[in-house]
């Protein structure tokens, strides 16, 4: 939940006919619906009520896909064992993300009685309220009622009423029993399984010494490297030849949801993974024909979290599902070694992962409940078996290292911390780094809320603590630090880079999480003052006093100085290259997105500093915000993509375009480059759905520039081939 926005009127267009949610419920929608087995817990003039209410400050992300649905299975899978009580002390506590508490106990009894209401309850002559406890499983149907697409899982294609019906069909194997019939109708039944069975027959197993010196024809990680560079030495495609970069293949990818991968690349091998569906496929890098693809499930029926990497060691892809297993598969051939439930909580969510020093090392995000059972962790697993050899808990609680961070909040009232970025790793030093996201408490003004928001370095052997660094404790704007921790050597001095939701790029010496030195990148006026000797920033006095209900500006906004497109960093030009956003939003009671100051309404901004001096080198801006990492060559060229379908190839040294070409939706995730027989490829995924960072430009980009809502993708390009 957040303030309002364009987006929060209830309004939306689906197969052309416009829809509100207010009329589905007032006029039954989806009265076929099973009666529930205790009705009246709430009445529909409260219901009516929350329906402005959620209006205000809470449809701006949970019907935008910022933050999950409140209707259909994946609400009743969370929540449906739960309490009326458990569900209202959630949103009167916690809601609106960016300003919890300024919701009265009517307002936010009136919006769960709302929410019940759209889950199909049945509403009654007495009112609910605050200590109402009944489980919600027995108020609502046993299968929600059919929803407009905004309502089931924030922004959908256009028809996606008719897709939806149709996935639904096909996943429940609900087709008409006539296989071309069904084909004709554009009804596939969703199986599971191997769904294309084949083999990569000359892929070689991937061992430590790959990973620390990776080849420069593959790209075997998230960043391309341990250090985080996103950066290859390939140079065949340069300043001087890449406006010539013609299109050489493209893959088709399921449809729906948040599609935000990284393409990985081994021995001529590509794997990518479709978020919709849990599906995972193993291409020709070369000609990108299908070589295997397995179909872990499930499909998904609203707005998750993205899956935005994979991770390759050994013989073995690891695959983080999006219903919190994880799973290895043999990369020859996709089929499962083993898998494992990272976590059984609620909507927890596999989050950042990586391997390091042969065990692979992942993140738990969405655990953002308060529940003991909820405690956010980093944590190691053998790649053999899955089994476990360490966990780092990011949440400090009492007795604990950091446990007095948290005020008087008891154990199960500390939350967030969540690590969803992937992190990165010194091979010498033997640290992995990590960033953790804010807390989610709902408390401010208790303490640093460790470990949040912060910079953690952890032994890779044990787990173990070594240090960590927190630029911004007892966040509350929903500015975290969470993003990539570029390793960089200065000379004898081991650096670490890293920027945040704040936009300002952060220097630590990397073995002893000592602050070095800080640059703002863009415009931002939540601190007033950045301490030279710590690092620790100082909060404005009317954020740091603000009551429910005050409206005061945050810049940057929710949609981060810097989110999760990566920077990438020229080792030969000590250049590090940032997507940066320039926009800013009024919290409280007049909610809104608008240009950040002195921006001249450029949203995008990419900007180059020099890594040694922090002096910037050069600026690129742009009305359309950019939505993946940055990805640079040592042929002198990097590659940027946008909301607006443009991917861009720019002369490292000057930020000067070279190239442009126009893809099929939003290039949205991780470009990446490799060689397959001496040939060099540039590939970018498309894609759409999203967080901040593509809903809130949304809202300022609405009538002036439109997109397909379809088309998720990977592109490959190439230099043309010799005749």
């Known amino acids: 939940m957040k303030g309002q926005s364009k987006k929060a009127t209830g309004i939306y267009v689906v197969s052309g006919l416009a829809v509100t949610l207010g009329a589905l419920i007032a006029t039954g929608s989806s009265a076929a619906a099973q009666t529930p087995a205790n009705p009246g817990a709430f009445t529909n003039e409260q219901a009516q009520a929350g329906q402005a209410a959620y209006a205000r400050s809470c449809a701006s992300c949970h019907d935008s896909g910022e933050a999950p649905p409140l209707a259909g299975g994946g609400f009743l899978g969370v929540w449906g064992t739960r309490t009326t009580r458990d569900l209202f002390a959630r949103i009167k506590d916690t809601m609106p993300l960016d300003n919890p508490g300024i919701l009265s106990n009517d307002a936010a009894a009136s919006v769960v009685a709302y929410v019940l209401k759209n889950n199909g309850a049945v509403a009654g002559t007495s009112a609910l309220t605050p200590t109402t406890t009944i489980a919600i499983n027995t108020l609502v149907a046993s299968e929600a009622p059919q929803q407009s697409a905004q309502a089931a899982g924030g922004r959908q294609p256009r028809g996606a ?8 069909a096909a996943s429940s194997g609900g087709g008409s029993g006539n296989s071309d019939a069904d084909l004709r109708r554009g009804v596939v039944t969703f199986r599971t399984g191997i769904t294309v ?5 000359k892929y070689t197993p991937i061992t430590d010494d790959m990973m620390i010196h990776p080849p420069a024809s593959d790209w075997l990680m998230h960043y391309g490297n341990y250090a985080g560079w996103s950066h290859s030495p390939l140079k065949q495609i340069n300043a001087k030849n890449v406006h010539n970069l013609q299109l050489r293949w493209v893959w088709s990818m399921d449809e ?13 091998v590509m794997f990518v993974s479709n978020n919709s569906t849990n599906k995972v496929q193993a291409l020709d890098a070369k000609t990108g024909d299908l070589i295997w693809e397995n179909t872990l499930g499930p499909r998904l029926s609203g707005q998750q979290n993205a899956t935005r990497t994979m991770a390759l060691y050994g013989d073995k892809l690891f695959y983080p599902a ?6 290895a598969l043999d990369a020859r051939t996709g089929k499962i070694d083993w898998k494992i439930k990272f976590s059984s909580y609620g909507n927890d969510k596999v989050g950042g992962m990586m391997v390091a020093d042969g065990k692979l090392i992942a993140g738990l995000g969405r655990c953002d409940e308060r529940a003991l059972a909820d405690r956010c962790f980093i944590a190691a697993y053998d790649v053999n078996d899955g089994h476990q050899i360490w ?6 609680y009492s007795g604990e290292l950091g446990g007095d961070s948290w005020g008087t909040l008891t154990n199960d009232q ?3 911390a969540d690590a969803w970025i992937p992190g990165t790793y010194d091979p010498k030093l033997k640290l992995t780094y990590w960033g953790t996201g804010q807390a989610k408490s709902g408390a401010r003004g208790i303490g640093d809320q460790l470990f949040s928001n912060a910079t953690i370095a952890l032994d890779v052997e044990t787990g173990q603590l070594k240090w960590y660094q927190q630029p911004a404790p ?9 993003f990539e921790k570029v390793l960089v050597d200065e000379g004898s001095q081991k650096i670490l880079l890293s920027a945040g939701k704040k936009g300002i790029l952060w220097k630590l010496d990397r073995t002893t999480g000592k602050f070095l030195d800080y640059v703002p990148t863009v415009f931002q006026n939540v601190f007033t003052s950045i301490d030279r000797t710590t690092g620790r920033g100082t909060y404005r006095p009317d954020i740091v006093s603000s009551k429910p209900g005050d409206s005061h500006p945050s810049c940057p906004s929710p949609a981060g100085g810097k989110n999760w497109p990566a920077s990438s960093y020229d080792a030969q030009d000590d250049l590090i290259v940032l997507p940066l956003d320039q926009i800013c939003v009024t919290s409280g009671n007049m909610a809104g997105n608008y240009e950040a100051p002195a921006s001249d309404g450029f949203i995008a901004r990419m900007s180059a500093y020099r890594a040694k001096t922090f002096k910037p080198v050069w600026t690129f801006q742009q009305r359309a915000p950019f939505l993946t990492s940055v990805m640079t060559t040592a042929g002198g060229v990097g590659f940027v993509g946008d909301w607006d379908r443009t991917f861009r190839a720019f002369d490292l040294k000057t930020g000067k375009t070279l190239w442009t070409t126009r893809l099929g939706t939003t290039a ?9 027989d001496g040939e060099q490829f540039v590939a970018v995924p498309t894609g759409y759905n999203g967080g901040s960072p593509e809903v809130r430009p949304d809202v300022l980009l609405a009538y002036e520039r439109n997109r397909p809502f379809s088309g998720h993708a990977v592109y490959v390009f190439a230099l043309p081939k010799a005749q």
Do not use: C
């Open 322 to 327: 999006t219903d919190a297993n994880l799973y």
């Open 668 to 676: 949205q995730g991780f470009p990446t480059t490799y060689s397959v």
């Open 161 to 168: 009423a008719a897709i939806g019906n149709n996935a639904d």
């Open 414 to 416: 500390r939350t967030g």
């Open 391 to 396: 966990k780092f808990s990011t949440v400090a």
């Open 474 to 482: 007892d966040e509350g704007l929903d500015l975290d630090e969470v």
């Open 197 to 201: 069975a084949g083999t990569a027959a």
């Open 256 to 268: 729906g949801e948040r599609q935000q991968i990284t393409p990985l690349v081994h021995d001529g």
